[in-house]
C-alpha cells in the first residue's frame, strides 16, 4: 500500500492501526498496515517494500504525511528453530504506542 492510500484510507476508516515494525536482529524498519485480518506493508510506486534505516526516518516520513499516532512493534527472535527452550515463551513481540 502507498502512502497516498493509506492516507485515503485512515480519513475513511480511523480504526486502522498502522505500525512501524523493528525486528531484534536488523536495523531496518518497515511501516505495517493492519485494518481488520489485512496486514499490508507500505510500499514505493514500483510496489516494493518501503525500508526505513532508523525510527526516526519511518516516523518523519508519517509525520510529513500527516499521520501522527502509530503503534511500535518490536519482533523477538524465538528461540525454537535452534532447540534452545525458549525463556519468554508468550512473549514474541510488544508494542509502543507513538504520538508525533
Given at each position: 500500500?502507498?502512502?497516498?492510500?493509506?492516507?485515503?484510507?485512515?480519513?475513511?476508516?480511523?480504526?486502522?492501526?498502522?505500525?512501524?515494525?523493528?525486528?531484534?536482529?536488523?536495523?531496518?524498519?518497515?511501516?505495517?498496515?493492519?485494518?481488520?485480518?489485512?496486514?499490508?506493508?507500505?510500499?514505493?510506486?514500483?510496489?516494493?517494500?518501503?525500508?526505513?534505516?532508523?525510527?526516526?526516518?519511518?516516523?518523519n516520513e508519517l509525520k510529513?504525511?500527516?499521520?501522527?499516532?502509530?503503534?511500535?512493534?518490536?519482533?523477538?527472535?524465538?528461540?525454537?528453530?535452534?532447540?534452545?527452550?525458549?525463556?519468554?515463551?508468550?512473549?514474541?513481540?510488544?508494542?509502543?504506542?507513538?504520538?508525533?
Amino acid at each position: 500500500m502507498q502512502i497516498k492510500e493509506l492516507k485515503k484510507k485512515l480519513k475513511l476508516n480511523s480504526a486502522i492501526q498502522v505500525g512501524v515494525v523493528s525486528h531484534a536482529s536488523s536495523g531496518f524498519y518497515l511501516v505495517q498496515i493492519r485494518d481488520g485480518d489485512e496486514v499490508k506493508c507500505l510500499t514505493s510506486w514500483r510496489g516494493q517494500q518501503r525500508v526505513f534505516r532508523s525510527l526516526d526516518e519511518a516516523i518523519n516520513e508519517l509525520k510529513h504525511h500527516g499521520i501522527t499516532r502509530a503503534v511500535l512493534l518490536n519482533h523477538v527472535a524465538k528461540d525454537e528453530p535452534v532447540n534452545r527452550r525458549s525463556v519468554f515463551q508468550e512473549i514474541s513481540s510488544t508494542e509502543l504506542s507513538l504520538s508525533f
